[in-house]
């Protein structure tokens, strides 16, 4: 997957911490996103609620 490189990407960047990283859907489980540091979501409406936590909301 991409998805390790798309985070170091981010550190690269400098944008560490600045930007929020969602993965969610059929080919991904909380472990995936545990190991790159992303904030997963099983359905939509947990998506959702996690959205609106990141921003604040």
Do not use: R, W, Y
């Not at 911490?17 to 790159?36: L, N, R």
């Amino acid at each position: 997957s991409n998805m390790p490189a798309l985070m170091s990407a981010i550190k690269a960047a400098g944008l560490e911490g600045k930007v929020t990283v969602m993965i969610g859907g059929a080919a991904v489980d909380k472990s995936d996103a545990d190991a790159i540091g992303a904030l997963f979501g099983s359905s939509k409406d947990e998506a959702v609620v996690l959205a609106k936590k990141a921003i604040g909301q």
